[in-house]
T-cell receptor, first 109, second 114 residues
């Protein structure tokens, strides 16, 4: 069974204070690792897909990286609007994704 | 842009009522999914469908059924709503290309059963 663990559960940052979120996973055959952003009361918004170790993707202040056992989401010089819950998910051998519990990021001005 | 819409943002129903939640996607995606999301439990898959009239159980199908009569529409049915089905319900769709299948989510329906 695929398993996804995200840490920390919550992260409080000062505006401009860079940090990283961790997503560790066990999967029988990785077809993709996905990062989502979720604002309170809304559906998750797709951010990135990573397919193989060593791959990196960037979007504004967010950068996602992938190794064989974990992925990191780096937030560089965050702003208050980056406050959200960030979800990680893995896909293995079929259509389904297994999600982690998420990391809630709060950025204070 | 992929667009997934859900019929209601908020819904209040009474115990024992039959509840229909509808989801529509406009990107010709083969796969559609229903999840529920609860604090501390994360996203849990209820049912998914990989083609019209095809469905498969997810991790928590008990108390739910689904219908997919058209490719763009996927309905979740609570046959007899109970208070433990109070939750945020999220619909998603994906294009299965064999290598890339990120899911795109709707805005969610917050269902309260009293």
């Amino acid at each position: 069974e695929d398993q996804v663990t995200q840490s920390p559960e919550a992260l409080r940052l000062q505006e401009g204070e860079s940090s990283s979120l961790n997503c560790s996973y066990t999967v029988s055959g990785l077809r993709g690792l996905f990062w989502y952003r979720q604002d309170p009361g809304k559906g998750p918004e797709f951010l990135f897909t990573l397919y193989s170790a060593g791959e990196e993707k960037e979007k504004e202040r967010l950068k996602a990286t992938l190794t064989k056992k974990e992925s990191f989401l780096h937030i560089t010089a965050p702003k208050p609007e980056d406050s959200a819950t960030y979800l990680c998910a893995v896909g293995s051998n079929d259509y389904k994704l297994s999600f982690g519990a998420g990391t809630t990021v709060t950025v204070r001005a | 842009d992929v667009k997934v819409t859900q019929s209601s943002r908020y819904l209040v129903k009474r115990t024992g009522e039959k509840v229909f939640l509808e989801c529509v996607q406009d990107m010709d995606h083969e796969n559609m999914f229903w999840y529920r999301q609860d604090p501390g439990l994360g996203l849990r898959l209820i049912y998914f469908s990989y083609d019209v009239k095809m469905k498969e159980k997810g991790d928590i199908p008990e108390g739910y059924s689904v219908s997919r009569e058209k490719k763009e529409r996927f309905s979740l049915i609570l046959e007899s709503a109970s208070t433990n089905q109070t939750s945020m319900y999220l619909c998603a769709s994906s294009l299965y290309s064999g290598s890339s299948y990120e899911q795109y989510f709707g805005p969610g329906t917050r269902l309260t059963v009293t």
